[in-house]
């Protein structure tokens, strides 16, 4: 009976831990792969593969066996493999570590305190920083949707111009075409005219009385 009750506590407890688990990554900021990942900025590739493993064996779909969480750890398990691959990618990587140490940079600023300043090391320095992860990180992501749209409008005139000049040389095409089609029916035309004109000037005049 003991070990069936302990064997149930087991199950409750590391139920219990996958759900809360699931729900950490889903509310994690997801534009911080650290975050997602429950990371510190700056550890080693070798940290990221282990936690990454960790994590995902916990929160694994197949591993979840209440049918109504399925789709909770499937969006979770998504987030997390999303996180292990940019930070997997060695230029995203060093991208987003430059813009959290550029959010350390700005607290320092911020404070009036200087890198050997002893509240860097405090446990309450963590939450700061990771909030204004956050602000530099949405800037950022601003800053480049932003630049994405007007790379989208100058392509769209790009390729608007690019029609009008398409158009523009089959309208001339077109003309010319037209045009050469229409030469025997000009030159007939002419003729006919020449001929006519002819007629008129060696036309007799009248006698008069």
């Known amino acids: 009976m003991a070990d069936e009750i302990d064997k149930l506590l087991a199950k409750e407890s590391s139920d219990f831990a996958k759900d809360a688990e699931i729900e950490r990554v ?6 911080d792969a650290y975050a997602v990942l429950d990371l510190v900025p700056g550890c080693t590739p070798q ?42 990618e060695e230029k995203t ?3 987003l570590d430059d813009l959290i140490a550029d959010a350390r940079k700005l607290i320092i600023r911020e404070k009036g305190w200087t890198v050997d300043s002893p509240e860097l090391k405090e446990a309450s320095f963590m939450p700061i920083w990771r909030e204004k992860i956050k602000e530099v990180l949405i800037d950022d992501e601003l800053r480049r949707r932003k630049a994405r749209q007007i790379a989208m409008a100058e392509e769209g005139r790009q390729k608007a111009k690019e029609e009008a000049e398409i158009n523009e040389r089959k309208r001339k095409h077109d003309e010319k075409k037209a045009w050469e089609d229409n030469r025997e029916e000009r030159i007939g035309g002419w003729r006919e005219f020449q001929k006519n004109a002819g007629k ?5 005049p009248k006698v008069l009385g």
């Open 26 to 31: 889903i509310n994690a900021f997801r534009l």
């Open 47 to 88: 940290d990221i593969k282990a936690q990454y493993r960790k994590k995902s064996l916990l929160i694994h779909p197949d591993r979840i066996l209440d049918p109504s969480r399925k789709d909770r750890a499937n969006e979770a398990f998504d987030r997390l493999k999303k996180a292990e691959t940019q930070l997997a």
């Open 93 to 95: 990587r060093e991208r």
């Open 200 to 204: 008129k000037k060696t036309k007799k």
